[in-house]
């Protein structure tokens, strides 16, 4: 029990390392080390029992090992040899150059980067960790934004019973590979938000990704002598709604406010998910202030160069906050920033006048960004029946939403067994193109028997890892020594073998697979085909259907018959997700239909060869037909019976291909088929679902577009901004007297194939000029119902003077037979890129 004195002085102890290798403090500060074998064998070999038992953080290893030893090592040529190659790794790595002029300001809520540091809660945060390495490998200037907790995510155990209990224990972050970041005179930098319960101080701390910083913000500092807000940043999505909101406050703007003491001026700012998208109004409040913009033309000019990415495939996702509660908070911002507080709520509402409206983050973000993404192009399609009321004159396929389909960071997941194999039968330059598709057709030479071989040694070694997780279990729950004997016969190295991983929501289906418990056992216990199935995951603690569905299937786990077959690992992290992904044999993913935005768990199995049996959902969508994998049922919508019906699809897969083509084994010692499966999976997954290509389209598509239209704004001093808020302005004055007055084309009658028709609108333009308006035809098949399907979009241009009206045209050659339709509409011509349309773009149809 801590004996609490004040006041304390603090000083800080580093450890004392040899001269020969004085570099080893800055490589364990930078998480290079965490996908670089060359950099983490600096450590390992350091001494292979505290690198284990430290976490694999090499900061407090460091800080733990026997002086002695750093002696001894310092004078071992081999580690020294080993040491020198990883400097030499380091230093290539970090001295490439990078993009000047351009900085991509990346915020989010979470980030998974190590599993000794547990900021993180589950894909979300994975993913952005991938986003910054990536960053990092492809030379991309990014910065990352995001909080520092003081006590991670929940460290999971399960009673005897089965109930997930929860604790969440401390970080100490001066024993983590993050330091605090110091101003030009030495002291701590800090920013400052106001909130309603005072001044709150937040200290920045630094965590280097490779060439990329991320910056993170903490609350928990002397100086917030307020108990709630130290405690801000006490711990990922918890406490209450307050706590919410107090923690997207810090994120968005004080993450805004970091940036600028740090001297960093981001030409491009990037919402991971809505939490941080406060930061648009400090934006706003900025562009007011230093720029003299009234707040519309700040919005203007704000959404150009703003980026947001959505997550979330359902509503119940959504950060909602209450008409007080935001007044609670932003009354005095709005007094200083010099708008409204009906202006802010007008952001984040689909309708600003109405009070019992709740301010939704996610509307704040897709209604200050110009480019908006979801995270696969089932979820684009989702998305835009989601939020299509804010585009009410679109049809859906329309809605500016447009995707990039996650990756996950190759180097970090791919198994270590595969890369020896890759650096003997692919190009040697294969990691500097693993993109290319071209780099992976050498899998198809690469022997199956060694394949296979590799694929054996991954699993024997995931079985080790389990019984010793399983016997951490047991002894945590004081299980008896006939529990403990017993681990060492659980799971076999010879049987196939399923995972099942991931966070225990609801729509997940985690325990679709025991709607037939004896038709499961069955195929479990087949003496000639044994089969076993590991599934690890956490609920959230205040999720209760979560924690019932682990507890059934951990009850399931205590089954005699099945106790040796089926096993639930506690405490899922990236440590168990990598075990795991590398050496199961059949990765399961059950979602609803339409409600998983991607899913990256899947990827990381495929690209160590492990084959999908999947719901068509996410990225297993795009990649089901190339992949070598299993679909579950069809592209139809979810509804509650498909559960029988997939369940049942899962058995008769499993019985009648899946597994019989496993231990299909012949005289070659392996499964041929398998095998050739497990290369089609090696060769059409890895160039495609990696994250390398996803910041590649990220850049191309949505930063480089957000980055030149910065330039922009700078180039003409923001006077664009300016002549748009007038404009938009003066039309929406007139608008209501704009409208179609006839239409002309081929309507009624029969044409030919290839013969071109001419397409024709007569605008009633109310004192605007023909430039100031858009008139496009939607032209396409005329469906069963009368609705078009197939359609294509095409621009009329102006041709002359109607009386008060004007012409305008185009031609259209119909290159299909058939019932075809077209209908007219007029559109303020803002001239953007049509997937940067502000919401509520007034759209006139004919």
Not at 184 to 191: K, L, N, S
Request: with cysteine.
């Amino acid at each position: 029990m801590p004996f609490e004195l004040k006041p304390v002085k603090e000083f800080l102890v580093l450890p004392a390392v040899p001269d020969e290798l004085s570099r080893l403090s800055e490589l364990a500060y930078n998480v290079i080390y965490s996908w670089d074998h060359n950099i983490r064998a600096v450590f390992r070999r350091l001494d292979p029992v505290l690198w284990k038992s430290c976490g694999h953080n090499p900061v407090l290893m460091l800080g733990q090992i026997p002086q002695s030893t750093l002696e001894r090592m310092a004078k071992d040529q081999r580690y020294r040899a080993v040491y020198r190659k990883a400097c030499e790794v380091y230093d290539a790595y970090m001295s490439r150059p990078v993009a000047k002029g351009k900085l991509i300001a990346y915020f989010s809520m979470e980030y998974g980067l190590l599993e000794c540091m547990p900021i993180y809660s589950g894909g979300l945060g994975v993913l952005s960790g991938d986003h910054l390495k990536s960053a990092s490998d492809a030379q991309i200037p990014l910065v990352g934004v995001g909080l520092l907790y003081q006590r991670g995510y929940l460290q999971q155990r399960l009673n005897p019973d089965g109930w997930q209990t929860e604790r969440n224990p401390e970080n100490d972050f001066y024993t983590l590979p993050v330091l605090p970041v110091l101003t030009e005179d030495g002291t701590q930098a800090q920013v400052t938000v106001t909130l309603p319960t005072g001044e709150v101080v937040i200290k920045i701390w630094c965590m280097n990704v490779g060439q990329v910083k991320l910056y993170l913000l903490d609350t928990n500092v002397p100086e917030n002598t307020v108990e709630e807000n130290r405690d801000i940043t006490d711990q990922l999505y918890g406490g209450d709604i307050h706590t919410r909101i107090r923690q997207e406050i810090v994120l968005g703007i004080g993450g805004m406010r970091a940036l600028r003491a740090l001297g960093l001026h981001p030409t491009v700012f990037h919402m991971n998910e809505g939490h941080s998208a406060f930061l648009a109004l400090e934006h706003i409040k900025l562009l007011m202030r230093e720029q003299g913009l009234s707040f519309e033309e700040a919005w203007e000019a704000a959404r150009r160069n703003q980026v947001f990415t959505t997550h979330t495939p359902v509503p119940a996702g959504i950060d909602l906050f209450d008409t007080g509660l935001m007044y609670m908070y932003f009354r005095d911002y709005c007094q200083e920033a010099g708008f409204s507080f009906e202006q802010l709520m007008g952001l984040g509402k689909r309708n600003g006048q109405n009070a019992q409206e709740p301010f939704s983050m996610a509307i704040l973000a897709l209604q200050t960004s110009s480019y908006r993404n979801a995270v696969s192009q089932l979820h684009r399609r989702v998305s835009q029946q989601m939020w299509s009321d804010l585009w009410p004159d679109l049809p859906t396929w329309e809605v500016p939403i447009t995707s990039v389909t996650n990756g996950v960071h190759l180097p970090t997941w791919l198994n270590g067994d595969l890369a020896t194999i890759y650096d003997n039968y692919l190009a040697a330059d294969w990691r500097d193109h693993h993109t290319d598709p071209k780099t992976w057709e050498l899998v198809k030479e690469i022997p199956s028997a060694e394949l296979w071989e590799a694929r054996r040694h991954r699993k024997r070694m995931l079985i080790t890892f389990v019984r010793e997780r399983l016997t951490a279990q047991l002894l945590g729950r004081k299980a008896s020594a006939s529990e403990l004997r017993r681990v060492q016969d659980t799971l076999d190295p010879d049987a196939f073998t399923i995972g099942f991983a991931r966070r225990f929501a609801t729509y997940k289906r985690a325990t679709l697979l025991f709607r037939d418990v004896a038709r499961l056992k069955r195929i479990l216990l087949n003496p000639k085909m044994p089969v076993q199935i590991l599934y690890a995951g956490k609920a959230h603690p205040k999720d209760h259907p979560g924690k019932l569905l682990i507890r059934e299937i951990f009850l399931l786990t205590r089954d005699p018959e099945i106790s040796r077959r089926l096993v639930f690992i506690e405490d899922y992290g990236i440590e168990v997700a990598r075990e795991l992904i590398q050496g199961v044999d059949l990765w399961l993913n059950t979602p609803r239909r339409g409600e998983e935005a991607c899913g990256t768990s899947g990827m990381k199995a495929g690209l160590n060869g492990v084959l999908n049996l999947s719901i068509l959902d996410g990225w297993f969508d795009e990649a089901y037909e190339y992949s070598g994998c299993w679909a579950i049922g069809d592209r139809e919508p979810y509804t509650e019976d498909q559960d029988e019906i997939h369940a049942s699809s899962i058995y008769s897969l499993l019985e009648n291909e899946i597994v019989p083509m496993y231990y299909d084994r012949k005289e070659e010692g392996f499964p041929e088929e398998w095998m050739r499966r497990v290369k089609q999976c090696l060769m059409n997954l890895s160039p495609r679902f990696n994250s390398t290509r996803m910041l590649e389209e990220y850049d191309t598509q949505l930063y480089e577009p957000a980055h030149q239209a910065f330039l922009e704004l700078e180039r003409d001093h923001y006077q664009s901004p300016r002549q748009r808020a007038l404009w938009n302005h003066y039309v929406r004055r007139v608008w209501d007297q704009v409208r179609i007055v006839d239409v002309d084309a081929a309507a009624g009658r029969s044409v030919l194939t290839g013969q071109a028709v001419t397409l024709r609108a007569v605008v009633e333009l109310a004192g605007l000029r023909p430039s100031d308006l858009k008139v496009e035809a939607v032209v396409g098949r005329v469906g069963a119902v009368g609705h078009l399907e197939e359609t294509q979009v095409m621009t009329l241009a102006p041709v002359g003077e109607r009386g008060s009206a004007y012409e305008f045209a185009t031609q259209f050659v119909p290159v299909i037979t058939g019932r075809l339709g077209y209908a007219m509409r007029v559109s303020p011509n803002d001239q953007d890129d049509p997937l940067c349309r502000p919401c509520y773009t007034p759209i006139r149809w004919s």
